[in-house]
């Protein structure tokens, strides 16, 4: 397309733009929640987390060393140097007061007149000098009010407070694990069971074979909401009751229908030659799948097992239902962040890191295998 | 026992035993059950061989019928009896008392809005994103950043745009996106072009897409040249009822627009503002989905033969025609399959709603109606009742892909 | 030594579609057969019956005597090279070459044995450790045909194996194949293809298939010279030998045809009946064979179209009738200024074919 004689290119200008536009507001979210997740409470109350990106207007109060301990004589007066800010912070001072009610009656490098022969000045980096006659040096610090831009300030405190504090009730640690627990035999199991019913659906002739695939293909979008009930009600009877059991389990039958599928359409297309030829080969029907068809299979079942993991990983409603009891202990990661939605509704530094906690390890996931993920999309959304 | 022992556990008893169960039932069959020697080798082996794939299906077999065929059944019996009543048969009795809920209409009417406005803002975007990062140098990362909602939770993305709807009292610095954008407007002109007018084009772009769609539906029965059965000639003056009420809904709003009295300067608390409010909740949803309609559709352009392209342009196409007519119609199917598919997920949507809004402040939908009814009134035969609508209202998509299935084997 | 033997042999798919009927053939070891057939003639379906890939509806396949119907492919004694080669892509060549021997739990010394010699024969020695997306055409070939010779089967049974190759390559790998025969005398070859100079040249004998049936089982010269019936004389030479339609009018030693164009032909090599007087025959000439002549002629049309090869010059005759097959000749050397011209061909007494009802009146009891 590019090559054509011809084109305009300030189309071209237009649709990077546009993509470029596309991508940030589709981004956006996610990094605001990001970002917010490494400032502490008071800067999310205080100002939007867009704001911290940058140097950040910000009024601060702060008091100059005591004079009793620091003041040195200098040709018969008394001084007092400091600095306002941290040693290595960028701070810049835009002005500065010395009362509550006039906060910005100063320029950086001006002199403020404080009666009984003191004065005191403040330069733009921070330092200030105040100085004045033996007897008035006393005393405690005097308070500025100064107008600073503050540079971007990121803490790890969130995280630290959310996985590691073994106090914290609210934190992620556990139900991190349960997670997990859920996650990896939801994942491992149903692929096992699906590969090889992928391959009799696929390369064995037996009468009912069409009527089966049909059958999993309509299983394929039954509502899940429907098995909720009955299947809570089996899982009581037959004493399995909630628990990690009963959600893998659940796991694993709502996610083969997608499994066969998958593994059957890839299968189907693999060369009828090399199974022949193994067959000739003198190969069992077992080693043709296990040595043959499975290896083959690796995309396909790459592409499910990253599908029912995000799938495991994210799921609420399973957990809730056949999962969750009323002690709580196996809370997982998604219904933590509903509670905290609940009790800490406005606590945005505990809700942010819990949900970046719980969307990490998918993002990580995801970028790492995208490519089989897009393939499963192709392979696996219904025709 | 630590659970993740335990885990560890099953992974190893599960997989262990799954392959156990398929080696040694397959040893079985071929060593002892029909063994391949005697004088009726032959006719062992083709046992053997047509006894297999039920060797190979049977463990899918058990766990698809007890995890998914029987709780269907299980569900519409329960839906006729009453739990209280010691599971008795009571007919209708809980559709009846279903239907008489004002909440359970509120739900079936936010699930349409969803169907509606989800799965065609998520293929629109999705085509437009497809379309565009197609043509540049860095589409792929540009692609791959519009996908990653995909792997992202509903609740943490419910999350995410909690942090956008957010709202701080008057006087206070807004951290909510939304709120700062919003408190821009002051009812001057600005406030006239988007808020006022945008609406309104849209609303009416909507009334008037729907309406061609309605006229494609009905001309066949106009024209008289409707070669169609009397059922589906039923099915299009349904669907095209359907179609002229969201046209009135659309007429409506437009006059609502152009009414509404809006409180300039004021944050708004976006999740309980009645009716908008559930178009805030789609917009996560269109949010994740986009990315996947995306994904399809930019694989079944690439798919467009370079030819047809190549002689559009030397007929003189300009983009958008090449666009509109040339390349969308070729990808036609596509379009239908991720539109489906969007619409599976957006039926069964719940942890989105139920982590923002729990259904409060008139966003209910029928999934969360269900949990609800299940969960916190524990009315076995409401909560299944609603179940099966939801059932039903799956069953076209299930009905045509299993056909769709059946032409394809043949 | 294996000699294979196929008796009444029939295939009905499921569904009821019949491809093959009443197949009997006999091939002595050492043999290399090739099958050969328009599309669709269920060479391929015959050849994978042999292998065991598909099951015979009825009759009986003996491999050494053996009754082979019921046996699974890989204890048959055959190996297979098929024409995608099916080299497993996970596997390098090494491994590819010994998977059926691993299978069969043969020791790794004997496995290395039969690898290396396989791989010294078709020289891929230094392609052992590749996988086989790392290999051209060619290459892959010689690995399916070595991933058999490893095995050393009494059959080897081959699927069109040249047909994805491109047309030089397709001419070495045949050369390949034929001198791999040479080395293994005892050994059998089943060989299907569609293309007649592969079957030309290779073959011991070619069976040829038609209208799910056997049309001819011979060596390659006597299907060219004495074809049994119209079908396997059009489908074996190119261009297609020449048809033309006229009635018996002598019978005896020294069969007399007179053609419906006019021409008349003396044919002293097919002896006739009394009865056969009258009888309405097709004479077959092949174009090679046609020479131009001045006097008594088989063959008299105008010249619509001629292609001049150098070595040879085609003459595309103006057809009589509306189906465009007019008479084609190939005359040796260089013929300018044909074009548009009427031109007599006739043929040597003994080079004219005669078919009755399609079939040869050679063959006749």
């Known amino acids: 397309m590019q090559n054509i004689a011809g084109n305009r290119s300030s189309l071209v200008w237009a649709v990077h733009l546009s993509v470029l536009l596309l991508v940030l507001l589709w981004v956006f979210p996610t990094v605001g929640l990001f970002v917010s997740s490494f400032r502490n409470a008071d800067q999310i109350a205080t100002s939007g987390w867009w704001a911290s990106l940058g140097k950040v207007e910000q009024n601060i109060v702060v008091r100059t060393l005591d004079p009793d301990d620091f003041r040195v004589e200098r040709n018969g007066r008394y001084f007092v140097d400091g600095k306002l800010f941290d040693q290595g912070a960028e701070a810049e001072v835009g002005a500065w007061g010395t009362s509550s009610l006039e906060i910005d009656k100063y320029q950086p490098g001006e002199e403020a007149d404080l009666g009984k022969g003191r004065t005191i000045t403040v330069d733009a980096a921070g330092n200030y000098t105040w100085s004045g006659p033996e007897a008035s040096m006393t005393g405690r610090g005097k308070r500025l009010f100064v107008t600073a831009a503050i540079p971007p300030d990121f803490t790890l405190a969130n995280y630290d407070n959310m996985l590691f504090n073994e106090d914290n009730v609210e934190g992620m640690a556990n139900a991190f694990f349960n997670t997990l627990t859920v996650t990896i035999p939801a994942t491992i199991i149903p692929i096992v069971i699906a590969a090889f019913a992928a391959y009799a659906l696929a390369w064995m002739e037996f009468p009912g074979r069409a009527l089966l695939v049909a059958a999993v293909v309509g299983l394929l979008v039954v509502p899940l909401q429907l098995a909720l009930i009955p299947l809570l009600k089996l899982h009581l009877d037959i004493g399995i009751g909630k628990g990690y059991l009963g959600v893998w389990l659940a796991h694993t039958g709502f996610g083969l229908p997608l499994a066969i599928y998958l593994l059957r359409n890839y299968m189907v297309g693999l060369p009828r030659d090399i199974i022949e030829n193994a067959r000739v080969d003198g190969a069992t029907e077992f080693q043709i799948f296990s040595r043959i068809i499975l290896p083959l299979s690796f995309p396909a079942l790459a592409s499910f097992s990253i599908f029912q993991f995000l799938w495991t990983w994210n799921d609420l409603l399973v957990a809730k239902v056949f999962l969750i009891d009323a002690s709580g202990e196996t809370t997982v990661m998604t219904n933590q962040i509903v509670e905290l939605l609940g009790t800490r509704g406005g606590n945005w530094e505990i809700l942010a890191t819990a949900a970046f906690v719980s969307i990490a390890v998918p993002l990580v996931v995801f970028f790492l295998m995208q490519r089989y993920l897009v393939r499963g999309l192709m392979a696996g959304s219904v025709k | 026992m630590h659970p993740a022992l335990q885990g560890l556990i099953t992974i190893v008893l599960g997989v262990g035993g799954c392959l156990g169960y398929f080696y040694l039932a397959n040893l079985a069959l071929d060593k002892y059950i029909f063994p391949p020697r005697l004088d009726d080798a032959g006719r062992n082996i083709n046992r053997a061989n047509l006894t297999r794939p039920w060797l190979f299906l049977l463990p899918a077999l058990i766990a698809l019928g007890v995890y998914l065929a029987y709780p269907v059944i299980e569900t519409l019996r329960l839906s006729l009896t009453d739990r209280q009543l010691d599971g008795a048969f009571v007919g209708f009795a809980n559709y009846q008392q279903m239907f008489g809920e004002p909440k359970f209409w509120e739900a079936m009417r936010n699930n349409m809005l969803w169907l509606i406005v989800v799965p065609a803002a998520s293929t629109a975007f999705g085509l437009l994103a497809a379309q565009l990062t197609d043509r540049i140098g860095w589409g792929n990362i540009a692609k791959s950043l519009i996908f990653m909602p995909m792997a992202i939770s509903f609740v943490g993305a419910s999350v995410i745009f909690k942090l956008i709807y957010d709202a701080r009292p008057m006087g206070q610095a807004q951290i909510g996106v939304l709120n700062v954008v919003w408190l821009q407007f002051d009812g001057g002109i600005g406030s006239l072009l988007f808020l006022r007018l945008l609406p309104v084009i849209i609303l009416f772009a909507f009334a008037g897409i729907v309406a061609y769609a309605v006229w494609i539906v009905l001309r066949p029965i106009f024209s008289g040249s409707s070669a169609a059965g009397i059922l589906v000639k039923l099915v299009q003056v349904l669907l095209s009822g359907l179609g002229l009420y969201l046209i009135g809904l659309a007429l409506f709003n437009i006059v609502s627009v152009f009414g509404a009295d809006y409180t300039y300067g004021v944050p708004q608390n976006w999740l309980t503002l009645p009716f908008w409010n559930s178009f805030f909740l789609m917009v996560v949803l269109i949010w994740i989905q986009t990315g996947f309609a995306m994904v399809i559709l930019s694989a079944a352009l690439r798919g467009i033969p370079e030819e047809t392209i190549e002689a559009a342009i030397v007929d003189g196409a300009n983009p958008f025609q090449l666009f509109f007519r040339i390349k969308v119609p070729q990808i036609m199917g596509t379009i239908v399959v991720v539109w489906t598919t969007i619409t599976l997920t957006v039926l069964k949507v719940f942890d989105i709603v139920y982590a923002m809004s729990n259904g409060q402040w008139q966003t209910q939908v029928l999934a969360n109606y269900m949990f609800d009814k299940l969960f916190r009134a524990n009315d076995w035969g409401v909560g299944s009742a609603s179940a099966i609508i939801l059932m039903l209202m799956v069953m076209p998509i299930l009905v045509w892909n299993v056909a769709n299935a059946r032409k394809e084997m043949r | ?365």
């Open chain 3, 1 to 365: 030594m294996a000699d294979l033997k196929l008796v009444g042999v029939d295939k009905t798919y499921p569904g009821g579609i019949n491809v093959l009927k009443d197949i009997n053939l006999e091939i002595k070891a050492g043999e290399l057969i090739v099958f050969v057939g328009p599309s669709g003639c269920g060479k391929s379906t015959l050849l994978r019956m042999i292998a065991g890939l598909e099951r015979i509806t009825s009759g009986t396949l003996e491999i050494n005597g053996q009754l082979m119907n019921d046996v699974p492919p890989a204890q048959r004694g055959i190996a297979m090279v098929f024409q995608s080669y099916a080299l497993y892509p996970h596997m390098t060549v090494r491994e590819n070459m010994s998977f059926a021997l691993k299978i069969a739990k043969q020791s790794q010394k004997k496995i290395d044995e039969a690898v290396n010699n396989a791989a010294r024969i078709l020289q891929l020695e230094s392609y052992l450790d590749r996988l086989p997306k790392a290999l051209s055409g060619g290459q892959r070939q010689r690995v399916a045909i070595g991933r058999s010779i490893v095995r050393d089967p009494l059959v080897y049974l081959f699927d069109e194996p040249l047909s994805n190759l491109d047309a030089a390559l397709r001419v070495a790998t045949r050369i390949e194949i034929a001198r791999l025969k040479e080395d293994m005398p005892e050994r059998t070859m089943i060989y299907v293809t569609h293309d007649q100079v592969e079957a030309m040249t290779l073959a011991s004998r070619i069976v040829v298939l038609a209208n799910k049936g056997i049309a001819q089982v011979g060596a390659p010269l006597e299907l060219y010279e004495k074809p049994r019936n119209e079908f396997v004389a059009q489908f074996i030479g190119s261009p297609a030998m020449n048809l033309l339609p006229g009635e018996i009018t002598a019978t005896g030693d020294k069969t007399t045809v007179t053609l419906n164009s006019g021409g008349v032909v003396k044919i002293p090599s097919v002896p006739t009946r009394d009865d056969d007087l009258g009888r309405e025959v097709n004479i077959g000439v092949r174009p090679e064979d046609f020479m131009e002549t001045e006097g008594e002629y088989i063959y008299s049309g105008k010249v619509e179209i001629t292609e001049a090869l150098g070595e040879v010059t085609l003459l595309y005759f103006k057809s009589e009738t509306h189906d465009g097959i007019g008479v084609i000749a190939k005359l040796p050397g260089i013929h300018s200024g044909l074009r548009n011209r009427e031109v007599r061909v006739t043929a040597a007494a003994d080079r004219v074919h005669l078919f009755a009802d399609g079939q040869s009146l050679l063959y006749r009891e």
